[in-house]
Nanobody
Framework: QVRLVESGGGLVQPGGSLRLSCTAS????????LGWYRQTPGQERELVAA???????NYADSVKGRFTISRDNARNTMYLQMNSLNPEDTAVYYC????????WGQGTQVTVSS
């Protein structure tokens, strides 16, 4: 069983930055494919960024060049550095860990507004 806890969300002005963190309990963290997803009311959850155990990364087109996903296996933690935020980035952000089955965090709200 893996428990994921996100932190770092909040309110930020357009053009600003936030860093989200996701810390996992349990073992085998380094083996997990990790990802950040986001969801707005009435919309499906969408992939924002993912990082494999091999550190290969992929990003949604809408965040390329602005967001950076990283992982620290020694701390069982994944990060999402978000720069140049705009109102369209407003959503609940969820972290995901996948290895034979998927685990989800509880979500953290990110609001981009002036």
């Amino acid at each position: 069983q893996v428990r994921l806890v996100e932190s770092g969300g909040g309110l930020v002005q357009p053009g600003g930055s936030l860093r989200l963190s996701c810390t996992a309990s349990g073992s085998n963290f380094r083996s997990y494919r990790l990802g950040w997803y986001r969801q707005t009311p009435g919309q499906e959850r969408e992939l924002v960024a993912a990082i494999a155990s091999s550190y290969v990364r992929n990003y949604a087109d809408s965040v390329k060049g602005r967001f950076t996903i990283s992982r620290d296996n020694a701390r069982n933690t994944m990060y999402l550095q978000m720069n140049s935020l705009n109102p369209e980035d407003t959503a609940v952000y969820y972290c995901n860990a996948d290895l034979m089955r998927s685990y989800w965090g509880q979500g953290t709200q990110v609001t981009v507004s002036s």
